[in-house]
């Protein structure tokens, strides 16, 4: 069979390895937009041995591409049936072309040549993982321009000195990414310039989520409109600035994460896997963390919301302002977790026009009053039959005290 490609898949990303020609033809076939794996960087980074080299000689022999995988491309790949590999997390197949025929068909013939050789798949999975992560880096870098603030300037006009020693972390970063693009490895001397990098951005994000945390508190209990209107109109663009801070953190968690990969593979090969699952372990913690703080800001916008919701005849216009910003603030949350890859929860709630909430009202009233008409109808009824039946037995007491009365009168004209 001819026209083999090799895929490997780590749950977040695919890797289709093969011909150039037919790693093109399958992607186009399967409607999936790709981005270079940089197979040639891989094959400098498995060093020197005589194993080693062979390996990196497969590699240069064929081309590469990465595939982020959504749930729909992810669907897609699966019929070509990705077996697990004794590689924890990495599944893959063989999968060729025959002739004549248009589907791709998964095949055994071949699979030793890589997909059968750990060292082979690690390095993969390494390389992919530092995609993925660079993914998201390109993500938050397209977040930070659209929002109105830029992160540099939230962090600079801040006189805490944990956000000022981050500054400088930032740009020792860049520095060293750039590096590392320019010699395709991280040496010693590369990674001692970030090696303290971790535990100051660690810091500058517990310092963030305890901001937005501060943020959420400000919004309990309150109940009053205008308190509502001046809390909110306070909270909103200090949330879209903590944001920005929170993007670049996990942004430059991201590079020291691709960086320490770089270095494990070079200084210790065979850690390689489990250094990758631990930084994936790690991030998401990190994810997990800032998901709940967010999480919770968002309900308490989504209840200052409601609360004014519930108050737009009494305050037509400044009920509709505090349902706006909170749209805002919460719009902008979910786009911060697009970014991230943080599947968000309930959506903000959206302002209701005074006259939509009057109609409403209206429709209650005359529903109600319908029902009242109805009572009292019911009530009336009831009335005059109970009247026409006071008035017969009246009738009738009247009727029998005049026989009476004539009787009486008869008797006493007898005996005078």
């Known amino acids: 069979m001819d026209n083999e490609i090799q895929l490997i898949s780590d749950g977040d990303g695919l890797a289709v390895i093969g011909n150039a020609t037919d790693v093109e033809r399958f992607l186009a076939s399967e409607g999936l937009p790709s981005k270079d794996l940089g197979a040639q960087r891989l094959k400098s980074l498995f060093g020197t041995g005589a194993t080693v080299v062979q390996a990196g000689s497969d590699i240069a022999a064929n081309s590469g591409r990465w595939v982020k995988l959504t749930k729909e491309s992810a669907e897609r790949v699966q019929k070509f049936g990705l077996m697990q590999s004794k590689t924890p997390g990495i599944s893959h ?4 072309k025959p002739g004549s025929i248009k589907n791709w068909l998964q095949i055994e013939k071949g699979a030793g040549s890589f997909l059968t050789n750990p060292a082979r798949l690690a390095g993969a999975a390494g390389l992919m993982a530092q995609l993925s992560m660079q993914q ?7 977040y930070l321009a659209t929002i109105d603030e830029k992160v540099d300037d939230v962090l600079r006009a801040q006189k805490d000195a944990v956000l000022s020693r981050m500054i400088g972390m930032d740009l020792v970063i860049e520095e060293t990414m750039a590096i590392r693009e320019q010699v395709g490895r991280v040496s010693e001397v590369t990674w001692s310039k970030v090696q303290t990098a971790p535990t100051t951005i660690a810091d500058v994000q517990v310092y963030a989520l305890r901001q937005l945390d501060a943020l959420a508190e400000k919004l309990e209990n309150k109940s009053k409109i205008g308190d509502l209107v001046t809390t909110v109109r306070e909270v909103e663009p200090k949330v879209r600035e903590w944001l920005a801070v929170l993007a670049r953190c996990f942004q430059l968690q991201d590079a020291i994460a691709v960086l320490e990969l770089d270095r494990v593979l070079d200084a210790n090969p065979d850690q390689l896997d489990q ?3 631990g930084l994936r372990v790690a991030r998401q913690k990190r994810l997990d963390l800032i998901s709940r703080s967010t999480e919770r800001l968002v309900a308490r916008m989504n ?3 409601d609360a004014a919701n519930a108050k737009v005849l009494l305050y037509p216009a400044k009920s509709p302002a505090v349902v706006q910003a909170s749209k ?10 697009a970014r991230l890859g943080i599947e968000s929860g309930r959506q903000s709630s959206e302002a209701r026009r005074w006259v939509e909430a009057a109609a409403e009202v209206r429709d209650r009233a005359l529903e109600t009053g319908a029902k009242g008409v109805s009572v009292a109808r019911s009530l ?7 009247a026409g039946s006071v008035k017969g037995k009246l009738s009738n007491e009247i009727a029998e005290r005049a026989r009476r009365l004539r009787m009486d009168e008869k008797q006493r004209d007898e005996e005078g």
């Not at 197949?93 to 060729?96: E, K």
């Not at 998201?136 to 397209?142: A, F, G, K, L, V």
């Open 93 to 96: 197949a063989m999968i060729g």
């Open 303 to 305: 209840s200052a919301a």
């Open 275 to 277: 250094h990758r699952l």
């Open 136 to 142: 998201t880096m390109d993500e938050i870098t397209n």
């Open 328 to 337: 805002h603030v919460v719009t902008g949350v979910h786009d911060f977790h």
């Open 380 to 386: 009336g009824n009831e009335t005059l039959n109970q």
